[in-house]
């Protein structure tokens, strides 16, 4: 995974400055270029007379591009990219311009409505999560007023499957690049019943989980630190809460190995994974694997 440019979609409110506040600091511990995007509504082609109103209308969109950057810009400083973008979907729009200003990972904001430290997916998250070929890097909410001064871990959710031997190679690749250490975990969820049938199942599941980790750990430990931790609970939520996470902790989740190769497309435990961290997540990609 290489992080040589950032592209943040930026909108006027908090969680436009969550979003920007974690892509600046991605961009300068990666040593990136940042770029800063806002995505308008289309052109608008009205019928008839009302075709007058058209010059009013594109004057509407270039005033608010304007303010909107001119926020940014204070935030993030002129040493950034800032550009615009048209678009039905913002984040659609999003993906368009990635595409266009070859970024590397795109960020944003949480959706508004969630709680406080806690990550909420709304339309421009959605369509980012399902058909974006970069890595997506959201935001929790309230992350702008008080960011971490860098990033100090990488912690990745590890599944045994086809893309697991390339999410691990990505997170390492990021963590070298970061300069940080890697977390390997897994979760393991548990009913909390106490039939014997399935206290032996629960054990064999946390011993292979424990042998996955030691096995996908040990081929990265010549060039980053790594370390391995199996996390368990009633829900994914549960086993996130069990462990420590540092202030400038970074989740990384790899795509559904459903979706198609070299697009993010968030399948369901990564979907649970967002909604109950309380640090930032990036989505991985799907890349090939072995089947």
């Given at each position: ?23 600046v600091l ?49 935030l993030a ?30 960020v944003i ?183």
């Open positions: 995974m290489k992080i040589d440019k950032v592209l943040n979609g930026f909108i006027p409110e908090s969680r436009g400055r969550d979003g920007l506040a974690l892509a991605l961009a300068r511990q990666a040593r990136a270029a940042l770029s800063v995007a806002v995505v308008q509504p289309p052109r608008w082609q009205p019928p008839g007379p009302a075709r007058a109103d058209e010059g009013a209308w594109l004057g509407y969109l270039r005033e608010q591009a304007e303010a909107t950057l001119e926020q940014a810009r204070e400083g002129p040493e950034a990219e800032y550009i615009v973008g048209s678009h039905k979907g913002s984040g659609r729009g999003l993906v368009e311009l990635a595409r266009k200003q070859d970024a590397d990972v795109v904001g949480s959706a508004p409505g969630g709680a406080r430290g806690r990550i909420g997916l709304g339309s421009t998250a959605d369509q980012l999560l399902h058909s974006s070929s970069v890595p997506v890097l959201l935001a929790p909410r309230g992350y702008g007023d008080a960011p971490p001064p860098e990033f100090e871990r990488l912690t990745l959710a590890y599944r045994r499957g086809p893309s697991a031997d390339g999410a691990v190679k990505a997170a390492a690749r990021a963590a070298v690049l970061l300069d940080v250490p890697l977390r390997l975990v897994t979760l393991v969820v548990s009913s909390g019943r106490t039939a014997k049938i399935e206290r032996e199942m629960l054990e064999s599941l946390r011993e292979q989980a424990i042998a996955d980790l030691k096995a996908a750990a040990r081929g990265q430990r010549r060039r980053i630190q790594v370390e391995v931790e199996m996390l368990e609970g009633g829900s994914v939520k549960q086993g996130l809460d069990s462990c420590e996470w540092l202030p400038g902790e970074l989740i990384i989740c790899a795509s559904s190995n459903t979706g198609p190769l070299r697009r993010v497309f968030l399948g369901d435990t990564s979907l649970k994974i967002i909604k109950a961290a309380q640090r930032p997540v990036m989505i991985l990609t799907r890349q090939p694997g072995k089947q």
